[in-house]
């Protein structure tokens, strides 16, 4: 099982990205997703989450509106669009699935805002 993302890096405030996690092992279509992130100094926090069909997604309060997550599941992979960046927005991001009971993690991808 193995959660690989990318997209990430170097932006300008008021700028977009957009995030991609692939998925292997397991079969990507029954599982919902979740993006998380971190920031230095501070607790890993949840971005969204979307369904296994992608037919529901809920972001977190102070990013919605900016943040879209989307799954295309014939390419195993999830997304996450972000627009109107802003530097609180620098972390480290993280796709997430649980399954069978346990968190599987990506490697990170760092998101950096900044002029």
């Known amino acids: 099982v193995q959660l690989v993302e990318s997209g990430g890096g170097l932006v300008q405030p008021g700028g977009s990205l957009r995030l991609s996690c692939v998925a292997s092992g397991f079969t990507f279509s029954s599982y919902a997703m979740k993006w998380y992130r971190q920031a230095p100094g501070k607790e890993r926090e949840l971005v969204g989450a979307i369904s296994s069909a992608g037919d529901s997604t809920n972001i977190a309060d102070s990013m919605k509106g900016r943040f879209t997550i989307s799954r295309a599941n014939v390419k195993n992979t999830v997304y996450l669009q972000m627009n109107s960046l802003k530097p609180e927005d620098s972390a480290v991001y993280y796709c997430?699935?649980?399954?069978?009971?346990?968190?599987?993690w990506g490697q990170g991808t760092q998101v950096t805002v900044s002029s």
């Open positions: 997430n699935v649980r399954r069978l009971g346990v968190g599987i």
